[in-house]
């Protein structure tokens, strides 16, 4: 079933997802270079020889686990805009991956990269609870 949206419609989406996708990456790779790339010690603003104490470094690796689950949240957003990118490009754009039926231009300027519409977003919601 292809999309019955203009070709201004699918641009204007296509260009959200680009901006978005691009905001997603560099706030993954703040989060990793935060995370990954600075010693315990860097991280809590200790450059001395002394050891970190017990619960500095437990909640130094809370903080970093904390950014990396945040990381991974993006990651997966990332990867869903790409998926929403390749429909654009195959005149897909914009169905529920469910039901087939268009998604709201409403739903779509506020989560580019959707991939249900609202009624079986809530009915998937109300199966996990």
């Known amino acids: 079933m292809a999309t019955s949206m203009t070709k201004k419609d699918l641009k204007l989406f296509k260009e959200l997802l680009l901006k978005k996708k691009a905001e997603l990456a560099k706030g993954i790779e703040h989060i990793a270079n935060d995370a990954l790339k600075t010693s315990q010690r860097e ?41 929403a990118l390749e429909k654009i ?26 991939e249900l519409c609202v009624p079986c977003q809530e009915k998937q919601e109300k199966k996990k609870k």
């Open 43 to 83: 991280a809590a603003g200790d450059l001395s020889a002394y050891s970190l104490h017990m619960a500095d470094m437990a909640t130094d690796n809370y903080d970093r686990e904390f950014s990396l689950g945040l990381a991974d949240k993006e990651q997966t957003v990332l990867h869903r805009i790409d998926t």
């Open 89 to 114: 490009d195959n005149n897909a754009f914009g169905l529920c991956e469910v039901c087939e039926k268009k998604i709201t231009k409403v739903r779509l300027k506020a989560v580019p990269y959707a």
